[in-house]
């Protein structure tokens, strides 16, 4: 295909990349046809891509061939065209990553700037076929860049242009997939470490009825997805149960950090307005816990694999017990307030681990709870998720509380995982010993000291 | 520090949440049953906030959980019967809706169960029924295990409840909703003597059920005539006035008779169409029956017996709903009054020795009277006691539907034929009457009664009359109101008097018939029946009175009370009677004197009165005539007579007071006959009762 960029090169910018994207098309489909295993899009096309396509400079010394506003609108018109109209799934797909699929080189950024405007206006034009690719490319690639993929969409829809909000609502039912690993991203991006990190109380309205309409939505990726164990390093998570966990437990002091003097008007709005959401989020993630043991054991994979990660949860635990300390150190005005809304996240942190373990999500020991969780205040229902349930009660129906560690059955990581690990050794870190945690001295056998009191 | 105060706690922390922020609560309810899934409390709580919300989906599915997973706690019996009311009513509020969507939203296996399971725990026969009935409807394979036990369950309710009348809940259960279900499972095998056994219940009471009469407050109602008895409400004990409709109850026991009739592999059995076809094909059907023996006669006998009694019991209602609908709640009474069956009295002004001479071929005529208006003539071709074809006379405008009402008659009476018309047949008949005790019906008796008259036999007639005054007996818990009975009995009365009067039985018995009958007169008039029925009545009784009395009248002794009273009698119908008036004017003559001081009370018959005063000339014999009331009642309303001329030179040489009476009474001519009359029974009521024959 190298030939043709003599072709290519005394044509106009747009007549070019026009040119370039029809023979990709025709290479690609031969490629297919060809039944070589693994397909492979050759360097020479990939360096044509960046240089007809995304305008990357060739060398030094050649002048850098620009776009205008316009003839970028009309080569994405192409593109979504081109995509559509192309009706085999693997030619889209490779078509996709030949022109998207991050090469770690300077074309990189034009990369990123044009799939951006591209997937934002696969979204307002409903081209299903992009949205399952970027589904796809969200999936494989980078999380640092898909964060920077989600924020582009966030801007789009929700900050950039007013009213726009229903138009990014539709994706849940246009691409499952897609809408699945937008709300990862959504989430990994929005950590509630600062105001900034903080989702716009539309995309967090849209997220919060996502979910509650179809709970099974944050599973589609996982359910669609061959598990191998071969996850693309530091990629999105298979789910984004972790990172709305995080947004339940941080919500109520993390929102509450807001209310500083400086921003009384409107902060106190969107509290009173976040509340609910997160309240009902929060039912929907356990909701969505509830439904594993189900699909883990038609997978085969109950008790093996871990959707919530033992480190993102033990950040968390640690980031939820600094914020307690700043809340506990502007508590001298509203320490009532601050005591309620501080027991509020623990209940919630209580709660889903409880419920996590208890379905399969999770995978450690209450031992292995306790540790991560020993520098955290007291709460009631903490405590005795800690300390588990008293185990004379009688009942002989009881199923399995909790996976147990040691099981016959080799974990395996959801989570990108370092090649280093054999196969067969358990890959989530939920072993029992966590030194980088201190942990509370507690005897097996004894009452737990902290079990609440009624 | 127990596993039970945790759970207290857990719920206690949901409850204070629940009205604030309701997925909190959820939450932590959520929460606690992965810690204590065992604990019933927790479940309890989550279903109670879904069902609350009225959230059917998830309240039906925590509702299963704690189905499967406690199965013995009594708080989920309580939540399970609610429903399974809920599911048994005609409720339609909104909460009944939803416990019925709940109980939708549950896997059939565990609404089978849970149906099972709250029939277990039902110590209620009838609800225990309704249960189990909602458990066959819904799973017809369940029919197979329990559609006979529930059957039969509550025939035995019945049977150990003393239950009065087939009309009843438990009967009402079975033959409306478990027999269908059972005869139409092919599943099942059933003995052709069960579903014969079945056939009959089913028959007992939909016939009970249309001839039900009517409830006794709604009678009084009627009494005014303000309410439609079409409005009328009813309620089968221990049941909603809902479920005690039933609808098209002739064609739901033909639909059964069909399903029956093709189970037991009846003969030419085609699916049964409609009544009347049937009692042709087994018409037809019994011409084969004496050739046929042992089991297929016998089934041969069942059918023909089943079949012909539904046709009968069928048409005799038709007829007596007809004739009678005052008996029956939901047949429009008000279209047409009450009829009866009796003899045709036009013969009574037949000279009394052709009749004396002839009772035995006299043409007895029959007719249908009703209370009104009617042309009364018949013919009647054949004599006396076969009576098979004999014609029934009706005023075709005062009873519309006549044709329909005299083919009812016909049908029934061929069907009643049928059954005596072989001894096996009469023997299964008189069993099912046996057992659903057809002597205390009223109606029928009174059809059968109708249909002795018309056969002509009236001394069976008057026995059967008899016996219907002993179903009159106001019987306990049934209180007749008294508007009825006394209708029932007078026309009991006046059929019995009928009868005696084709017998020739003007001297037996006939004291009390007559005095009966002016009784009837009197209160007709007053209380009894519609005001227009007496037209058609009194002149009945007349034609009777006349009949007692002519004959003593004419008699060689003399007896000039008699004589009298005839010729009062006599105007009535005038000129029929002029050739018994003529005889009588004969008797005076040859008597040469005559003493009836009522006679310008009563006689208001111009041509009467123009013979009477003939006889006093010289010309007509010079009779002595003694008509006034010791002479003195006329004198007083001499005043108010208008001077008439009359004919044959009366008002030459006869005495004054004489002159001035016959004047009076000529201007009295135009007076109404019937109230003339009416007054003669009224105020001669004792005077006629001494004088009977």
Redesign the interface.
């Known amino acids: 295909m190298g030939d043709i960029r003599q072709s290519l090169l005394p044509r106009d910018v747009l007549s070019a990349a026009k040119e370039l994207l029809y023979h990709l098309d025709i290479y690609i489909c031969n490629l297919v046809q060809s039944g070589r295993q693994p397909p492979q899009v050759d360097a020479k096309t990939l360096e044509l891509v960046e240089e007809f396509i995304l305008h990357a400079p060739k060398d030094r010394n050649a002048p850098a061939r620009r776009m205008s506003a316009l003839q970028e609108l009309q080569l994405l018109e192409i593109m979504c065209s081109c995509f559509q109209e192309q009706s085999r799934d693997t030619v889209r797909q490779l078509m996709f990553s030949a022109l998207f699929s991050l090469q770690g080189n300077q074309a990189d950024e034009s990369r990123m700037s044009l799939l951006g405007k591209l997937v934002s206006m696969a979204i307002a034009v409903g081209r299903v076929p992009i949205l399952e690719c970027a589904a796809t490319w969200l999936q494989r690639t980078h999380r640092v860049y898909c964060v920077r993929l989600a924020q582009v969409l966030v801007d789009d829809y929700c900050s950039m242009v007013p009213g726009s909000v229903p138009t990014l609502q539709n994706i849940h039912s246009t691409s499952p997939r897609f809408c699945c690993q937008f709300i990862t991203a959504v989430t990994t991006l929005y950590d509630l470490a600062s105001e900034e990190l903080t989702p716009p109380l539309e995309l967090l309205q849209m997220i919060v009825s996502w979910i509650h309409d179809d709970p099974r939505l944050v599973l589609i990726t996982f359910l669609n997805t061959p598990l191998s164990g071969s996850q693309p390093i530091s990629s999105l998570d298979v789910t984004p149960l972790g990172g709305l966990v995080r947004w339940c437990v941080k919500a109520p002091l993390a929102y509450r950090r807001d209310k500083k003097p400086a921003l009384t008007n409107g902060s106190t709005e969107s509290e009173a307005e976040a509340g ?1 959401l997160f ?2 989020l ?2 929907s993630v ?2 969505v816990f ?1 439904l594993l043991p189900n699909i883990l054991n038609e997978k085969g994979l109950f008790g093996r694999l871990a959707l919530l990660q033992m480190e993102s949860l033990a950040a968390l635990t640690s980031d939820l017990s600094r914020l307690l300390d700043q809340a506990d150190k502007h508590a001298h005005t509203s320490s009532a307030e601050t005591h309620v809304l501080s027991q509020l996240a623990l ?2 942190l ?2 889903a681990l ?2 996590a ?3 399969g999500a999770l995978l450690c020991s209450r031992e292995d709870l306790r540790a991560i969780c020993s520098r955290l205040p007291h709460n ?2 903490l405590q ?2 800690l300390s ?3 185990m ?4 002989i ?3 399995p ?1 909790t996976f147990s560690p040691h099981s016959a059955h080799s974990p395996i990581a959801s989570h990108p995982t370092h090649p280093a690990h054999a196969p067969h050794t358990p890959l989530a870190t939920h072993s029992s010993s966590h030194p980088q945690y201190t942990t509370q001295p507690f005897m097996t056998g004894m ?1 737990f000291p902290f ?2 009191s ?1 | 520090m127990s596993a039970q105060k945790d759970c207290e706690f857990l719920v206690k922390r949901a409850r204070e949440l629940v009205s604030d922020d309701p997925c909190a609560a959820k939450a932590w309810l959520i929460t606690a049953r992965t810690l204590y899934p065992a604990d019933f409390n927790i479940q309890y709580e989550m279903y109670i906030i879904e069902r609350n919300a009225e959230r059917t989906a998830s309240a039906g599915r925590l509702l299963y959980d704690m189905f499967i997973n406690f199965p013995d706690q009594p708080i989920v019996w309580r939540e399970i019967s609610v429903i399974t009311a809920a599911l048994r009513s005609d409720s339609q509020d909104k909460h009944a809706q939803f416990l019925r969507g709940l109980f939708e939203t549950l896997p059939g296996r565990v609404q089978c169960e849970m149906l099972l399971k709250a029939t277990e725990q039902c110590f209620n026969t009838l609800e225990k029924a309704e249960m189990l009935l909602l458990l066959l409807k819904r799973f017809p394979e369940s029919v197979v295990q329990h559609g006979v036990n529930l059957g039969e369950t509550l025939l035995e309710a019945e049977a150990s409840e003393n239950v009065e009348t087939a009309v009843n809940c438990f009967r009402k259960l079975f033959v409306c909703d478990v027999l269908p279900l059972v005869i139409n499972n092919m599943d099942m095998r059933l003995p052709a003597s069960l579903m014969q056994k079945y056939m009959l219940k089913a028959a007992e009471f939909y016939i009970g059920y249309v001839t039900r009469g009517p409830s006794p407050d709604v009678q009084i109602q009627g009494k005014s005539g303000l309410v439609s008895r079409g409005s009328q409400r009813y309620v089968i004990d221990g049941l909603s006035e809902k479920s005690s409709v039933v609808a098209e109850p002739w064609e739901r026991l033909l639909d059964i008779l069909a399903v029956v009739g093709a189970r037991c592999e009846w003969q030419g059995d085609k699916g049964q169409r409609s009544y009347v076809d049937m009692l042709q094909r087994v018409k037809e059907l019994c011409r084969y029956l004496p050739g046929l023996e042992g089991d297929t006669r016998f089934r041969c006998c069942s059918q023909v017996v089943i079949c012909t009694a539904l046709v009968l019991f069928r048409s005799a209602f038709l007829y007596v709903s007809a004739v009678q609908p005052a008996l029956f709640q939901g047949v429009n009474a008000l279209s047409s009054g009450p009829w009866i069956l009796v003899e045709d009295l036009s013969s009574v002004y037949n000279d009394v020795e052709v009749e004396r001479g002839a009772v035995k071929h006299a043409h007895k005529k029959r007719k249908l009277a009703d209370g009104r208006e009617r042309t009364m003539s018949s013919d009647d071709e054949e004599g006396l006691g076969k009576g098979r074809s004999r014609h029934i006379v009706v005023n075709k405008t005062e009873m519309p539907s006549w044709s329909e009402t005299l083919e009812s008659f016909r049908i029934a009476r061929e069907s009643w034929d049928l059954l005596h018309s072989h001894d096996g047949l009469e023997t299964e008949f008189k069993k099912i009457c046996a057992s659903w005790k057809t002597d205390s019906w009223l109606w029928f008796r009174i059809f059968l009664t109708d249909m002795i008259i018309y056969q002509g036999q009236y001394r069976k007639a008057l026995s059967s009359l008899l016996q219907m005054a002993a179903v009159q007996q106001p019987q306990p818990g049934q209180q007749s109101p008294t508007g009825q009975t006394s209708l029932e009995h007078h026309r009991a009365l006046i059929q019995q008097a009928s009868c005696h009067y084709a017998l020739g039985e003007y001297r037996v018995n006939n004291t009390e018939v007559v005095m009966t009958l002016i009784v009837v007169i009197i209160s007709e008039h007053n209380v009894l029946l519609l005001p227009c029925t007496t037209k058609a009545i009194l002149p009945f009784c007349l034609q009777l009175m006349l009949a007692c009395f002519k004959l003593r009248a004419f008699a060689d002794s003399r007896d000039d009370l008699s004589l009298g009273h005839v010729v009062v009698l006599l105007q009535q119908d005038w000129p029929q009677g002029e050739l018994l008036f003529l005889k009588a004017v004969d008797k005076i003559c040859q008597q040469g004197s005559f003493q009836y001081e009522n006679f310008f009370n009563y006689v208001t018959n111009i041509d009467m009165l123009e013979e009477f005063a003939y006889l006093r000339t010289p010309e007509g014999g010079r009779i002595q005539l003694e008509l006034l009331p010791n002479q003195g009642m006329l004198i007083k309303s001499q005043s108010v007579c208008l001077h008439h001329t009359v004919t044959r030179g009366i008002t030459k040489g006869v005495k004054e007071d004489f002159r001035l009476a016959m004047e009076r009474q000529v201007s009295r001519c135009g007076e109404n006959l019937l109230s003339v009359l009416h007054r003669f029974c009224i105020n001669e009521k004792i005077i006629i009762i001494q004088s009977l024959p």
């Open positions: 609910p309240s009902a929060h039912l356990l909701q509830m209940d919630r209580a709660q409880q419920v373990m208890a379905n009631n229902l005795l998720v588990g349930p008293v004379y009660y009688n009942n129906h009881t199923p509380l009452p079990r609440p009624h």
